[in-house]
């Protein structure tokens, strides 16, 4: 997919494999896909932000998410809002054309926004508007008039640096345990974490509840279907697949995967072959 090429070298352009998108590659042609960096004020607290542009669809495409263990700020035509870590999948049908700016915290980055267990927002949508009020009101309407995306996105940028969030070894912690899972795929096992950690299973656990917005073994089991999906695409058998990420037998996996995905791991397969 084209790059949305940002004119500013403070929010470059930044590479992704795009996990957690199912077929990520259909279509490919009618969408712009990019995403950029945070200033130096918000980069403890947001990943990075993310647009997905489209234009005179031939008929409307629905897209399935598979999402991460963070909290997203989401701004389009058809809504305005934060969702929480959704246990599932969800997705968005695209019309027309239109323009999707996403802002992705990191994990444990929007409890100094929320002042609360990031918890309370696990499963849910909530309106922009209803967390941040009149002035979160109004940063919809800017973002939604404003048609240069770099402009928008710098927009939303200083909305947040002017919430003044307070830096939290706690949070920082908790983003730093979830990247660990990520990249280490040997980490199957919430006790291997604990040890990692230095914690007890039980503090880990209020740890995430509370910054994360969930669990770690759903953490842990949902980086390994990120690396499941990745993998059944490069043709890896599915019984050796399990084994290595720490999954009962092939038939757990399947079952696993198949709730998340939608689809069984051999339906995916064929789907992410096509040309």
Excluded: C
């Excluded at 996990?19 to 004020?41: I, K, L, T």
């Excluded at 050796?240 to 998340?260: P, V």
């Amino acid at each position: 997919m084209a790059a949305i090429v940002p004119r500013s070298s403070e929010s470059r352009l930044v590479e992704t494999r795009q996990r957690g998108w199912v077929d990520p590659y259909a279509g490919r042609d009618a969408f712009d896909y990019a995403r950029f960096e945070p200033s130096a004020g918000l980069a403890a607290f947001v990943g990075h932000f993310w647009v997905v542009t489209w234009t005179d669809l031939a008929e409307p495409y629905e897209q399935r998410i598979i999402s991460h263990p963070t909290v997203n700020m989401t701004i389009t035509r058809d809504f305005r809002r934060i969702a929480g870590v959704i246990r599932g999948g969800f997705s968005y049908t695209m019309r027309g054309s239109g323009r999707v700016i996403g802002t992705r915290f990191r994990p444990g980055g929007f409890r100094p926004f929320l002042g609360a267990p990031v918890s309370q927002l696990t499963g849910h949508f909530t309106e922009i508007a209803a967390l941040f009020g009149p002035s979160g009101a109004h940063l919809v309407e800017q973002v939604l008039s404003e048609p240069d995306t770099q402009t928008a996105v710098t927009t939303i940028d200083t909305f947040l640096q002017s919430l003044a969030p307070h830096h939290d070894p706690l949070a920082e912690e908790a983003d730093a345990l979830v990247s660990l899972v990520e990249n280490d795929v040997t980490l199957t096992r919430v006790d291997d974490l604990a040890t990692r950690s230095g914690r007890s299973v039980r503090s880990l656990q209020r740890l995430f509840r509370d910054y994360v917005g969930i669990g770690p073994k759903w953490v842990i089991r949902r980086f390994r279907l990120y690396e499941a999906a990745e993998r059944i695409h490069q043709g890896l058998d599915l019984a050796t697949l399990a084994a290595e990420l720490g999954y009962t037998d092939q038939a757990h996996l399947t079952r696993d995967f198949t709730a998340a995905v939608g689809m069984p791991p051999a339906a995916y397969a064929r789907r992410s072959s096509r040309p």
